[in-house]
Structure formats: structure tokens, C-alpha cells
């Protein structure tokens, strides 16, 4: 295969995906909840439990989303897309981290997980041939340990808040890189 071919292959998914902007929106939604979750009266344990519960909701909600948007789940002939699939569960394998970070150290969970969560963006950059998710995923990573750094627990929910921003930007420039790539 040539780069040529490879490169008309990451287009391909990048268009009929449009980007994973479906996966993106329900993050969006996913990390709204979980900042309120933040403002909230409860342990940073609690919290940080409610926190993983929501994650469940991911793929209904990016299923819902994937049919509001119109983008394709499944690339048929395109031997790329299982990594897509793979990219994602490669995430699974840090869940150890959040569960001893929510049994030792609760009040840094919300950061953890908002490091996992923009690490794990980087190599779509390759895959949609998308530079957006690496710029994003690094600056979530070291903004969130910025705000960690700097923020009381009391006061963690802001890193939720910077996430959601961070969420919102990247669904719009991966929004319009479709757009960009769709006339092709």
C-alpha cells in the first residue's frame, strides 16, 4: 500500500465518520454531567464514583448522536476502520490508574480522568488525518494539570468545565475539517 492509498483510506473514514464528531458531542454531554457531579456536596470518593458510573452512558449517547449527524459506525472495505475500535479500548487499559487514584486519592480523580480522557484523542490525529486531536489532547492533558495544580479540591470542577471547552473546540474544528473534506 502506498501513502497515497493510505492517505485516501484515513480520508474515507474521516468523511464517512465525520471525524468521530458523534463520540466528541457525547463526551460533550457526558463531561456537562459530570462537572454539576463536581459542584456537588459529596466526597470526592462519591463524586469520583458517579463520575465512572456516567461513563456508560458514551456509546448510547454517541449512537444517538451518530444517527442525529448521520455518520457511519462501520466503514465497509476499509481496512482501517476496526483500529478505530481498537484506538478507543486501548482507554480500558488506564482504568486501573482511576481506580487506585479513587481509592488513594480521590480529589485528583476528576484530573486523572481528564488526562486519560485527552491522551487517549492523540493517535486519531493519525487515524482521521486530523491534527486537531493531537493539538487537543495535549492541551487538555497539561491544561487540566495546570488547573490541578492550582485549584483547591473545593474548586476541582473547574476542570470539568475547562473540558467541556476543550470538547466544544475540538467538535468544532473537527466539524469543519469535515466539512472542508467532504466536497472530495
Excluded at 476502520?81 to 487514584?101: S, T
Excluded at 493531537?134 to 479540591?153: C, D, E, H, K, Q
Aim: charged share 10%; hydrophobic share 50%.
Amino acid at each position: 500500500m502506498t501513502q497515497e492509498e493510505l492517505n485516501k483510506l484515513k480520508i474515507e473514514l474521516s468523511v464517512k465518520a465525520k471525524n468521530g464528531l458523534d463520540f466528541i458531542l457525547s463526551g460533550t454531554v457526558i463531561w456537562c454531567a459530570i462537572t454539576i457531579i463536581w459542584t456537588l456536596d459529596f466526597t470526592s470518593y462519591s463524586k469520583s464514583v458517579f463520575t465512572f458510573m456516567l461513563s456508560g452512558l458514551m456509546l448510547p449517547l454517541a449512537f444517538g448522536f451518530s444517527k442525529l449527524i448521520k455518520s457511519q459506525w462501520k466503514v465497509a472495505n476499509n481496512p482501517l476502520q476496526p483500529l478505530g475500535l481498537w484506538l478507543n479500548l486501548a482507554q480500558l487499559f488506564y482504568f486501573p490508574f482511576l481506580i487506585l487514584i479513587i481509592t488513594s486519592i480521590p480529589d485528583y480523580f476528576l484530573f486523572g480522568y481528564v488526562v486519560i480522557t485527552g491522551a487517549h484523542f492523540f493517535p486519531y490525529a493519525w487515524y482521521y488525518k486530523e491534527s486537531g486531536f493531537a493539538v487537543l489532547g495535549g492541551i487538555i492533558s497539561f491544561g487540566s494539570l495546570f488547573l490541578t495544580l492550582y485549584l483547591a479540591p473545593e474548586h476541582q470542577y473547574w476542570i470539568g468545565v475547562y473540558m467541556v471547552f476543550c470538547l466544544l473546540i475540538l467538535a468544532l474544528r473537527l466539524y469543519t475539517s469535515y466539512q472542508k473534506r467532504k466536497k472530495y
